[in-house]
Each structure stands twice: as C-alpha cells, then as structure tokens.
C-alpha cells in the first residue's frame, strides 16, 4: 500500500512562531503536494514539487515555503504564523498522469 | 487556478438509498479521480479512471468517465452510515504541463439510520 505520512495530526502555534510541517511518502513518487483545507472553499494549492531541489509556487503560497532535499520528504514551512493559516493542512504524492494519494492531514490551530 | 462543478454541494438521505454525484468541467480532461474524506481525515482514493467512457466499480461504488471527457459521475447503491463524508472528484486536465490536479469543491453526504 502507498503510504503517505504527515508528521503530526494536531498542532498549536501562538502568532509569530515557526512551524515545521513534514510529510513522507514511500513510494517513489516524484511529485509532492501541499494543500490547505478550509469550510468552503475546498482544496487550495500552496506548493508543489516534481523532483528534488525543486518546487512551484501553487494557488496561495504567500506566508509559507517549502523544502525538498530528498525525493520522499516534502516539508512546509510557516515562518511565522498568524491566525488566517488556521487550518488543515494536507500532503499528496503522485507519478505523473497517475492518482494522488494523501497523507492523514494535520490540523493546525494557530492562537 | 481551475475548479472543477461538483454537485451537488450537499446530500441528506436515507441508509439504503442510491446516491448519485458529477463534476463537470468546461475543458477536456485526461483523468478523473474520485475521493473520500472522513472528518478529520486526509481524503482517500475510491475509484480512478483513464478513458473516455470507462465505467469502473468498486463495491457498491460506480464511477464513470464521461464521453465527452468533461464530466465524470459517482454512484453510491444502498448507502449505509459509514458512507457518511466528504466526496471530491479531481481530475488532470489535457494538454496541461505539470502535474498538479482540480479538484471540485466536494459533495457532503449524510446518512440517515
């Protein structure tokens, strides 16, 4: 089974910290997702990746970053956290013209 | 970037009663996924589909391809409480670069014991 791994499911972060958000997939896939999930407006893309070293800005990157310095690791990163990137975060991977699969999601709640 | 229609946005219906959702998109598409997302859960693939007019099931699942390659349906045969979610479809569009996905907005099904 394709495996999809977020590294926390929950997380609270006061405004201003940095947050770490990591995900690992064990299939080789060579692209990699982040998304946010909010009531409403569905699912958004914040980064992708299709190889390592290398990443594209998606819908909504503003206010986050990303890392991929292996093929099976993703990270996202939140310099500094303010309230309206409370949310669900999700991670998916994917072969190229194939299906994604995602991670467990991890809700962050930033006070 | 691009949404996918997906309707309807909400369903209320009674355990063993037959489910029907679509998405419909103005562009061709080379692939559609279809989705489930319990609450606080990452969303799960039900059924994938890559030709024009396929129709795939997975139990009591039904998806189909659509033969204009502009819209994909889901049906659910007697629904049972677990079927209680959320269902996206995603899809690739053709002749896009990379590899990013749509996503419809989702359809919320409840079921009624």
Known sequence: DVKVTQSSRYLV???GEKV??????????ENMFWYRQDPGLGLRLIYFSYDVKMKEKGDIPEGYSVSREKKERFSLILESTSTNQTS???????????EAFFGQGTRLTVV | GQQLNQSPQSMFIQEGED?????????????WLWYKQDPGEGPV??????KAGELTSNGRLTAQFGITRKDSFLNISASIPSD?????????PHRTSGSRLTF???????VNP
């Not at chain 2, 693939?45 to 890559?50: F, S």
């Not at chain 2, 419809?104 to 409840?110: A, D, F, K, S, Y």
């Open chain 1, 20 to 29: 770490f958000l990591e995900c690992v997939q064990d299939m080789d896939h």
């Open chain 2, 45 to 50: 693939l039900l059924i994938a589909l890559y």
């Open chain 2, 19 to 31: 489910v029907s959702m679509n998405c419909t998109s103005s562009s061709i598409f080379n692939t």
């Open chain 1, 13 to 15: 972060k006061r405004t």
């Open chain 1, 88 to 98: 669900m975060y999700l991670c998916a991977s994917r072969f190229s013209s194939a």
């Open chain 2, 104 to 110: 419809g907005e989702g359809t919320q099904l409840t």
């Open chain 2, 84 to 92: 209680v979610g959320i269902y996206f479809c995603a899809g690739h």
